[in-house]
T-cell receptor, first 112, second 113 residues
Framework: GENVEQHPSTLSVQEGDSAVIKCTYS??????FPWYKQELGKRPQLIID?????GEKKDQRIAVTLNKTAKHFSLHITETQPEDSAVYFC???????????FGSGTQLTVLP | DTAVSQTPKYLVTQMGNDKSIKCEQN?????MYWYKQDSKKFLKIMFS???????INETVPNRFSPKSPDKAHLNLHINSLELGDSAVYFC????????????FGPGTRLTVT
């Protein structure tokens, strides 16, 4: 089955700096890679996603890059703000396994 | 309007009891899921249902059983609760099974004493 590894597990940055979270996946058949943000005590919510036919996608301060050859994808947050503080999960959808496999999460703390 | 709702929000019960968690979605989605989030925040798929048929069944204990009376509801029944079942359980739904956004419910925090 699919295995998704996520690093780092915790990340602290100063407000205004950039944050990068990296994930690797094992199943070459995976074709959909969403990123979810979970604030303390809340539900996970999708913030951005990318499909395997695209190498990069941006949405305002958030961007995701995908390297299919290396089987890794990354989340980039620029100009971080305190409200960006949350746990971020990467995930990969494998058509063969027909399920979404999540990474272990990254606790991002933006220091004012 | 709430897209995916769960009840109850909190559930405290003793070992050995049987309990159910209810989930409803008003998005018209075809697929619903149950996830377990443990104390380390790890999210793991338990079940998914597509048009009332089970399409994924992770290797969870058979004490856990999903029940879907219709496309908008997917309930989770747990028999003989154990301490290790303590976690937050999230229901989710997506338009169809596959590479689509999943919308999560607010979660049910289950504590087994």
């Amino acid at each position: 089955g699919e295995n998704v590894e996520q690093h780092p597990s915790t990340l602290s940055v100063q407000e205004g700096d950039s944050a990068v979270i990296k994930c690797t996946y094992s199943d070459s058949a995976s074709n959909y890679f969403p990123w979810y943000k979970q604030e303390l005590g809340k539900r996970p919510q999708l913030i951005i996603d990318i499909r395997s036919n695209v190498g990069e996608k941006k949405d305002q301060r958030i961007a995701v890059t995908l390297n299919k050859t290396a089987k890794h994808f990354s989340l980039h947050i620029t100009e971080t703000q305190p409200e960006d503080s949350a746990v971020y999960f990467c995930a990969a959808f494998s058509g063969s396994a027909r399920q979404l496999t999540f990474g272990s999460g990254t606790q991002l703390t933006v220091l004012p | 309007d709430t897209a995916v709702s769960q009840t109850p929000k909190y559930l405290v019960t003793q070992m050995g009891n049987d309990k159910s968690i209810k989930c409803e979605q008003n998005l018209g989605h075809d697929t619903m899921y149950w996830y377990k989030q443990d104390s380390k925040k790890f999210l793991k798929i338990m079940f998914s249902y597509n048009n009332k048929e089970l399409i994924i069944n992770e290797t969870v204990p058979n004490r856990f059983s999903p029940k879907s009376p219709d496309k908008a509801h997917l309930n989770l029944h747990i028999n003989s609760l154990e301490l290790g079942d303590s976690a937050v359980y999230f229901c989710a739904s997506s338009q169809v099974a596959g590479s689509y956004e999943q919308y999560f419910g607010p979660g049910t925090r289950l504590t087994v004493t």
